[in-house]
Protein backbone atom coordinates (compact mmCIF):
# COMPACT_ATOMS: atom_id res chain seq x y z
CA UNK A 1 0.00 0.00 0.00
CA UNK A 2 2.54 2.46 0.72
CA UNK A 3 4.42 1.32 -2.04
CA UNK A 4 1.46 2.36 -4.57
CA UNK A 5 1.32 5.12 -2.72
CA UNK A 6 4.48 6.35 -3.39
CA UNK A 7 4.18 5.26 -6.96
CA UNK A 8 0.99 7.56 -7.46
CA UNK A 9 2.84 10.66 -6.33
CA UNK A 10 5.65 10.15 -8.66
CA UNK A 11 3.22 9.90 -11.69
CA UNK A 12 0.80 12.65 -10.29
CA UNK A 13 4.40 14.70 -10.16
CA UNK A 14 5.31 13.55 -13.76
CA UNK A 15 1.71 14.87 -14.63
CA UNK A 16 2.15 18.15 -13.49
CA UNK A 17 5.12 18.61 -14.96
CA UNK A 18 4.11 17.30 -17.80
CA UNK A 19 1.27 19.47 -18.69
CA UNK A 20 3.25 22.89 -16.95
CA UNK A 21 5.67 21.81 -20.12
CA UNK A 22 2.67 21.31 -22.49
CA UNK A 23 4.52 17.87 -23.02
CA UNK A 24 3.71 15.86 -26.01
CA UNK A 25 0.87 13.23 -24.88
CA UNK A 26 3.10 10.41 -26.64
CA UNK A 27 6.32 11.45 -24.46
CA UNK A 28 4.33 11.86 -21.15
CA UNK A 29 3.23 8.10 -22.08
CA UNK A 30 6.74 6.90 -22.51
CA UNK A 31 7.66 8.22 -19.54
CA UNK A 32 4.85 6.80 -17.27
CA UNK A 33 6.68 3.20 -17.61
CA UNK A 34 9.45 1.56 -16.75
CA UNK A 35 11.79 0.63 -19.90
CA UNK A 36 12.12 -2.99 -17.74
CA UNK A 37 11.66 -4.07 -14.28
CA UNK A 38 13.08 -7.16 -13.34
CA UNK A 39 11.96 -9.49 -10.70
CA UNK A 40 13.66 -12.32 -9.11
CA UNK A 41 13.70 -14.84 -6.17
CA UNK A 42 16.62 -14.43 -4.00
CA UNK A 43 17.16 -17.74 -2.58
CA UNK A 44 20.31 -18.60 -0.10
CA UNK A 45 21.29 -21.05 2.32
CA UNK A 46 20.75 -19.48 5.97
CA UNK A 47 23.54 -19.64 8.62
CA UNK A 48 20.70 -22.17 10.63
CA UNK A 49 21.28 -24.20 7.23
CA UNK A 50 17.27 -23.73 6.32
CA UNK A 51 16.95 -22.10 2.86
CA UNK A 52 15.69 -18.14 3.00
CA UNK A 53 13.66 -17.15 -0.09
CA UNK A 54 13.90 -13.17 -0.97
CA UNK A 55 11.96 -11.22 -3.51
CA UNK A 56 14.87 -9.30 -5.48
CA UNK A 57 13.30 -6.24 -7.90
CA UNK A 58 15.70 -3.97 -10.18
CA UNK A 59 13.94 -1.30 -12.32
CA UNK A 60 15.31 0.47 -14.84
CA UNK A 61 12.85 3.67 -15.67
CA UNK A 62 14.82 5.40 -18.91
CA UNK A 63 17.95 5.54 -20.32
CA UNK A 64 17.79 7.69 -23.14
CA UNK A 65 20.52 10.11 -22.00
CA UNK A 66 22.90 7.42 -20.20
CA UNK A 67 23.38 3.83 -18.73
CA UNK A 68 21.23 3.43 -15.54
CA UNK A 69 21.62 4.49 -12.68
CA UNK A 70 20.65 3.80 -8.83
CA UNK A 71 20.79 2.77 -5.24
CA UNK A 72 19.92 -0.72 -3.99
CA UNK A 73 17.96 -1.21 -0.49
CA UNK A 74 17.56 -4.18 1.65
CA UNK A 75 14.06 -3.27 3.68
CA UNK A 76 11.21 -5.00 4.57
CA UNK A 77 8.86 -2.90 3.32
CA UNK A 78 10.38 -3.41 -0.53
CA UNK A 79 7.83 -3.18 -3.54
CA UNK A 80 7.58 -3.39 -7.28
CA UNK A 81 5.44 -0.08 -7.02
CA UNK A 82 8.09 1.58 -4.39
CA UNK A 83 11.09 0.64 -6.29
CA UNK A 84 9.45 2.00 -9.77
CA UNK A 85 8.55 5.16 -8.41
CA UNK A 86 12.11 5.74 -6.83
CA UNK A 87 13.78 4.84 -10.55
CA UNK A 88 11.80 7.66 -11.97
CA UNK A 89 13.02 10.23 -9.75
CA UNK A 90 16.08 9.32 -10.28
CA UNK A 91 15.73 9.67 -13.58
CA UNK A 92 14.57 13.36 -13.04
CA UNK A 93 17.45 13.32 -10.15
CA UNK A 94 19.94 12.68 -12.93
CA UNK A 95 18.78 15.07 -15.40
CA UNK A 96 18.79 18.09 -12.88
CA UNK A 97 22.14 17.26 -11.76
CA UNK A 98 23.58 17.71 -15.54
CA UNK A 99 24.41 13.73 -15.40
CA UNK A 100 25.10 11.60 -18.33
CA UNK A 101 22.81 9.01 -16.47
CA UNK A 102 18.91 7.64 -16.95
CA UNK A 103 17.04 6.81 -13.82
CA UNK A 104 16.96 3.21 -11.73
CA UNK A 105 16.09 1.36 -8.74
CA UNK A 106 16.72 -1.74 -7.12
CA UNK A 107 16.43 -3.63 -4.25
CA UNK A 108 15.50 -7.17 -1.67
CA UNK A 109 12.19 -7.41 0.51
CA UNK A 110 14.27 -8.50 3.59
CA UNK A 111 15.23 -7.40 7.20
CA UNK A 112 18.57 -7.07 6.95
CA UNK A 113 19.05 -6.29 10.48
CA UNK A 114 18.41 -9.66 11.85
CA UNK A 115 21.24 -11.26 9.01
CA UNK A 116 24.50 -12.29 9.71
CA UNK A 117 26.85 -10.59 7.74
CA UNK A 118 27.71 -13.72 5.87
CA UNK A 119 23.89 -13.86 4.68
CA UNK A 120 24.16 -10.50 3.44
CA UNK A 121 27.17 -11.38 1.65
CA UNK A 122 25.59 -14.59 0.26
CA UNK A 123 22.03 -12.58 -0.35
CA UNK A 124 24.40 -9.77 -2.44
CA UNK A 125 25.79 -12.42 -4.58
CA UNK A 126 23.07 -14.13 -5.36
CA UNK A 127 21.25 -11.30 -6.16
CA UNK A 128 23.81 -9.61 -8.60
CA UNK A 129 24.18 -12.83 -10.18
CA UNK A 130 20.50 -13.01 -11.15
CA UNK A 131 20.15 -9.56 -12.53
CA UNK A 132 23.78 -9.60 -13.70
CA UNK A 133 22.62 -9.92 -17.84
CA UNK A 134 21.04 -6.53 -17.51
CA UNK A 135 24.16 -4.73 -15.10
CA UNK A 136 27.22 -3.18 -16.48
CA UNK A 137 29.39 0.04 -16.60
CA UNK A 138 27.60 1.04 -19.99
CA UNK A 139 23.97 -0.44 -18.88
CA UNK A 140 23.22 -0.01 -15.25
CA UNK A 141 25.42 0.69 -12.34
CA UNK A 142 24.12 0.33 -9.04
CA UNK A 143 24.98 2.14 -5.54
CA UNK A 144 24.39 2.22 -1.84
CA UNK A 145 21.11 2.83 -0.41
CA UNK A 146 18.87 2.08 2.43
CA UNK A 147 20.67 -0.94 5.03
CA UNK A 148 23.52 -0.83 2.37
CA UNK A 149 26.89 0.40 2.45
CA UNK A 150 30.34 -0.01 1.03
CA UNK A 151 30.22 -3.09 1.49
CA UNK A 152 27.74 -4.54 0.24
CA UNK A 153 29.08 -2.42 -3.31
CA UNK A 154 32.27 -4.28 -2.81
CA UNK A 155 30.33 -7.53 -2.99
CA UNK A 156 28.70 -6.51 -5.80
CA UNK A 157 32.00 -5.50 -8.04
CA UNK A 158 33.47 -8.56 -7.05
CA UNK A 159 30.67 -11.03 -8.02
CA UNK A 160 30.14 -8.78 -11.13
CA UNK A 161 33.98 -9.14 -11.55
CA UNK A 162 34.10 -12.46 -11.37
CA UNK A 163 31.24 -13.43 -13.63
CA UNK A 164 33.18 -11.26 -16.62
CA UNK A 165 36.57 -12.53 -15.45
CA UNK A 166 38.31 -9.85 -15.00
CA UNK A 167 38.03 -6.36 -12.42
CA UNK A 168 35.46 -3.79 -13.28
CA UNK A 169 35.61 -1.77 -10.71
CA UNK A 170 33.51 0.64 -12.69
CA UNK A 171 30.82 -1.53 -12.53
CA UNK A 172 29.13 -0.08 -9.38
CA UNK A 173 29.88 3.03 -7.32
CA UNK A 174 29.87 3.99 -3.37
CA UNK A 175 32.44 1.18 -2.83
CA UNK A 176 35.63 1.46 -0.07
CA UNK A 177 38.34 3.39 -1.81
CA UNK A 178 40.47 0.61 -1.32
CA UNK A 179 39.19 -1.15 -4.49
CA UNK A 180 38.22 2.16 -6.98
CA UNK A 181 35.96 4.32 -4.48
CA UNK A 182 36.13 8.17 -4.01
CA UNK A 183 37.16 10.33 -1.83
CA UNK A 184 34.25 12.25 -0.23
CA UNK A 185 31.83 9.32 -0.93
CA UNK A 186 30.08 9.28 2.30
CA UNK A 187 29.26 12.78 3.00
CA UNK A 188 28.36 13.41 -0.90
CA UNK A 189 25.02 13.65 -0.02
CA UNK A 190 24.85 16.03 3.06
CA UNK A 191 27.56 18.15 1.23
CA UNK A 192 24.77 18.63 -1.43
CA UNK A 193 22.56 19.67 0.96
CA UNK A 194 24.67 22.15 2.89
CA UNK A 195 25.31 23.65 -0.44
CA UNK A 196 21.60 24.12 -1.19
CA UNK A 197 20.82 25.63 2.19
CA UNK A 198 23.52 28.40 1.52
CA UNK A 199 22.42 28.92 -1.25
CA UNK A 200 18.64 29.19 -0.42
CA UNK A 201 19.66 31.02 2.97
CA UNK A 202 21.30 33.83 0.94
CA UNK A 203 18.06 34.27 -1.02
CA UNK A 204 15.91 35.06 1.96
CA UNK A 205 18.53 36.88 3.73
CA UNK A 206 19.16 34.72 6.65
CA UNK A 207 23.05 34.17 8.00
CA UNK A 208 24.30 30.81 8.25
CA UNK A 209 26.49 31.77 11.12
CA UNK A 210 24.32 30.61 14.67
CA UNK A 211 21.33 30.02 12.27
CA UNK A 212 19.06 27.73 14.13
CA UNK A 213 19.03 24.09 12.55
CA UNK A 214 16.28 20.97 13.38
CA UNK A 215 17.79 17.74 11.22
CA UNK A 216 15.43 14.70 11.39
CA UNK A 217 17.31 11.39 11.21
CA UNK A 218 20.67 10.73 12.64
CA UNK A 219 21.96 7.86 10.61
CA UNK A 220 24.85 8.51 7.97
CA UNK A 221 23.11 11.56 6.14
CA UNK A 222 21.74 13.38 9.21
CA UNK A 223 24.73 12.72 10.98
CA UNK A 224 26.61 14.23 8.39
CA UNK A 225 24.58 16.81 7.59
CA UNK A 226 24.37 17.83 11.06
CA UNK A 227 28.49 17.72 10.84
CA UNK A 228 28.56 19.80 8.07
CA UNK A 229 26.05 22.54 9.25
CA UNK A 230 27.57 22.52 12.58
CA UNK A 231 31.01 23.30 10.85
CA UNK A 232 29.34 26.28 8.63
CA UNK A 233 28.64 28.00 11.87
CA UNK A 234 25.35 26.87 12.44
CA UNK A 235 23.85 25.89 15.72
CA UNK A 236 22.28 22.43 15.89
CA UNK A 237 19.00 23.13 18.08
CA UNK A 238 17.32 19.76 17.76
CA UNK A 239 18.36 16.37 16.33
CA UNK A 240 15.89 13.07 16.26
CA UNK A 241 16.13 9.51 15.26
CA UNK A 242 13.78 6.76 15.05
CA UNK A 243 13.70 6.40 18.94
CA UNK A 244 12.68 10.33 19.05
CA UNK A 245 14.50 13.56 19.86
CA UNK A 246 16.35 16.16 21.68
CA UNK A 247 16.44 19.76 21.99
CA UNK A 248 18.72 22.50 23.05
CA UNK A 249 18.30 26.37 22.77
CA UNK A 250 22.08 26.84 23.43
CA UNK A 251 22.93 23.96 20.48
CA UNK A 252 24.28 20.54 19.88
CA UNK A 253 27.62 18.88 19.17
CA UNK A 254 27.04 16.65 16.23
CA UNK A 255 30.46 14.34 17.65
CA UNK A 256 29.44 14.23 21.49
CA UNK A 257 25.87 13.23 20.34
CA UNK A 258 26.96 10.23 18.00
CA UNK A 259 29.08 9.09 20.69
CA UNK A 260 26.38 9.22 22.97
CA UNK A 261 24.28 7.48 20.71
CA UNK A 262 26.60 4.63 20.05
CA UNK A 263 26.55 4.03 23.19
CA UNK A 264 23.17 4.06 24.33
CA UNK A 265 21.60 3.43 20.69
CA UNK A 266 19.72 6.58 20.71
CA UNK A 267 19.90 10.26 20.67
CA UNK A 268 17.32 10.21 23.56
CA UNK A 269 18.63 11.75 27.18
CA UNK A 270 21.48 13.78 25.87
CA UNK A 271 23.40 16.04 28.33
CA UNK A 272 21.65 19.35 28.70
CA UNK A 273 19.02 18.50 26.43
CA UNK A 274 14.86 18.17 26.65
CA UNK A 275 13.87 14.72 25.15
CA UNK A 276 10.85 15.58 22.10
CA UNK A 277 9.04 13.68 20.01
CA UNK A 278 9.65 13.20 16.30
CA UNK A 279 6.68 15.56 15.77
CA UNK A 280 8.24 18.27 17.94
CA UNK A 281 11.11 18.50 16.10
CA UNK A 282 9.19 19.35 12.76
CA UNK A 283 7.12 22.42 14.31
CA UNK A 284 10.34 23.11 16.88
CA UNK A 285 11.12 26.84 16.42
CA UNK A 286 14.47 26.78 14.03
CA UNK A 287 15.44 28.71 10.95
CA UNK A 288 16.21 25.67 8.45
CA UNK A 289 14.56 22.24 8.90
CA UNK A 290 16.24 19.38 7.54
CA UNK A 291 13.85 16.49 7.09
CA UNK A 292 16.60 13.50 6.35
CA UNK A 293 14.64 10.41 7.88
CA UNK A 294 11.63 8.79 5.68
CA UNK A 295 9.02 9.70 3.93
CA UNK A 296 5.66 11.41 4.65
CA UNK A 297 6.74 13.42 7.62
CA UNK A 298 5.43 16.83 6.62
CA UNK A 299 2.17 16.24 6.13
CA UNK A 300 -1.21 18.42 5.68
CA UNK A 301 -1.79 18.23 9.30
CA UNK A 302 1.47 20.10 10.42
CA UNK A 303 2.62 21.63 8.10
CA UNK A 304 1.04 24.81 8.87
CA UNK A 305 2.78 24.77 12.28
CA UNK A 306 6.46 24.67 10.70
CA UNK A 307 7.97 27.90 12.07
CA UNK A 308 11.42 28.00 9.84
CA UNK A 309 12.33 29.73 6.81
CA UNK A 310 13.78 27.26 4.90
CA UNK A 311 12.96 22.82 4.70
CA UNK A 312 16.07 21.28 2.95
CA UNK A 313 14.48 17.63 1.88
CA UNK A 314 17.93 15.17 2.85
CA UNK A 315 15.48 12.42 2.60
CA UNK A 316 13.50 11.39 -0.55
CA UNK A 317 9.69 12.54 -0.37
CA UNK A 318 9.04 13.97 3.15
CA UNK A 319 6.83 15.95 1.97
CA UNK A 320 3.42 15.67 1.35
CA UNK A 321 1.92 17.53 -2.03
CA UNK A 322 -1.08 19.03 0.25
CA UNK A 323 1.94 20.19 2.49
CA UNK A 324 4.05 21.65 -0.12
CA UNK A 325 1.54 24.22 -0.86
CA UNK A 326 0.86 25.06 2.59
CA UNK A 327 4.45 25.74 3.06
CA UNK A 328 4.89 27.67 -0.42
CA UNK A 329 1.45 29.70 0.93
CA UNK A 330 3.26 30.60 3.93
CA UNK A 331 6.29 31.53 1.83
CA UNK A 332 8.56 28.90 3.27
CA UNK A 333 11.54 28.11 0.79
CA UNK A 334 11.14 24.50 0.19
CA UNK A 335 14.66 22.74 -1.48
CA UNK A 336 13.18 19.43 -3.35
CA UNK A 337 14.96 16.09 -2.69
CA UNK A 338 15.37 15.60 -6.55
CA UNK A 339 17.63 18.49 -5.84
CA UNK A 340 19.35 19.09 -2.18
CA UNK A 341 20.05 15.28 -2.03
CA UNK A 342 21.42 14.89 -5.43
CA UNK A 343 25.56 14.61 -3.91
CA UNK A 344 25.11 11.13 -3.90
CA UNK A 345 24.41 10.29 -7.20
CA UNK A 346 26.70 13.17 -8.43
CA UNK A 347 29.92 11.62 -6.35
CA UNK A 348 28.66 8.47 -7.99
CA UNK A 349 29.17 9.80 -11.26
CA UNK A 350 32.56 11.27 -10.05
CA UNK A 351 33.34 7.79 -9.14
CA UNK A 352 33.06 5.97 -12.20
CA UNK A 353 34.37 8.45 -14.11
CA UNK A 354 37.24 7.89 -12.27
CA UNK A 355 37.12 3.99 -12.90
CA UNK A 356 36.68 4.15 -16.33
CA UNK A 357 39.90 6.15 -16.93
CA UNK A 358 42.13 4.67 -13.94
CA UNK A 359 42.55 7.78 -12.04
CA UNK A 360 42.03 8.85 -8.64
CA UNK A 361 41.08 12.30 -7.83
CA UNK A 362 41.83 13.96 -4.62
CA UNK A 363 39.53 15.02 -2.01
CA UNK A 364 39.80 18.89 -2.30
CA UNK A 365 39.24 17.61 -6.36
CA UNK A 366 36.03 16.09 -6.17
CA UNK A 367 34.90 18.95 -3.27
CA UNK A 368 35.19 21.43 -5.64
CA UNK A 369 33.44 20.12 -8.86
CA UNK A 370 30.55 18.72 -6.19
CA UNK A 371 29.95 22.66 -5.19
CA UNK A 372 30.58 23.49 -8.64
CA UNK A 373 27.78 21.01 -10.17
CA UNK A 374 25.16 21.52 -7.27
CA UNK A 375 25.57 25.33 -7.30
CA UNK A 376 24.71 25.34 -11.37
CA UNK A 377 21.66 22.90 -10.81
CA UNK A 378 20.50 25.13 -7.99
CA UNK A 379 20.28 28.45 -10.20
CA UNK A 380 18.92 26.65 -13.15
CA UNK A 381 16.00 25.81 -10.63
CA UNK A 382 16.07 29.09 -9.15
CA UNK A 383 15.60 30.44 -12.62
CA UNK A 384 13.05 28.32 -13.71
CA UNK A 385 10.70 28.69 -10.27
CA UNK A 386 10.96 32.78 -10.88
CA UNK A 387 10.33 32.05 -14.65
CA UNK A 388 7.45 29.54 -14.04
CA UNK A 389 6.27 31.82 -10.47
CA UNK A 390 6.23 28.01 -8.93
CA UNK A 391 7.30 26.62 -6.22
CA UNK A 392 11.44 24.73 -6.74
CA UNK A 393 9.59 21.30 -6.65
CA UNK A 394 7.47 22.12 -9.54
CA UNK A 395 10.45 23.74 -11.35
CA UNK A 396 12.62 21.02 -10.34
CA UNK A 397 10.59 18.61 -12.21
CA UNK A 398 10.19 20.39 -14.67
CA UNK A 399 13.52 21.06 -15.72
CA UNK A 400 14.30 17.39 -14.98
CA UNK A 401 10.90 16.22 -16.57
CA UNK A 402 11.82 18.83 -19.76
CA UNK A 403 15.69 17.59 -19.75
CA UNK A 404 14.56 13.70 -20.65
CA UNK A 405 11.97 14.55 -23.19
CA UNK A 406 14.21 16.67 -24.80
CA UNK A 407 16.29 13.65 -25.75
CA UNK A 408 14.09 11.33 -26.78
CA UNK A 409 12.48 13.73 -28.80
CA UNK A 410 16.15 14.76 -30.39
CA UNK A 411 16.79 10.61 -30.01
CA UNK A 412 13.92 8.93 -31.96
CA UNK A 413 12.06 5.87 -31.25
CA UNK A 414 13.56 3.07 -32.97
CA UNK A 415 12.86 1.50 -34.96
Not at 6 to 17: G, T, Y
Not at 81 to 89: F, I, K, N, Q
Not at 341 to 359: D, H, K
Request: some cysteine.
Amino acid sequence: MVGSKVLNLALDQLKLASERLNLDKNIYEILKEPKRAILVSVTIKRDDNNVGVFQGVRVQHWDVKGPFKGGIRFHPNVTLDEVTALSMLMTWKCAIANLPYGGAKGGICCNSKEMSNKELERLTRRYTSLIFDYLGPHRDIPAPDLYTNEQTMAWIMDTYSQLRGYSVPESVTGKPIAIGGSEGRKCATANSVAICTREAAKKVRLKLKNAKIAIQGFGNVGYNIASVMHKMGCKIVAVSDSSGGVFCVDGINPEQLFLHKSKTGSVLNFKKCVNITNDDLLTSTCDILIPAAMENQIIEKNADKIKSKIVTEGANGPTTPKADQILYEKGIYLIPDILANSGGVTVSYFEWVQNLTRTHWSLNEVSTRLVNQVIKAFHEVEKLSKKERSDLRTSALMLGVGKVADAINTRGLWP
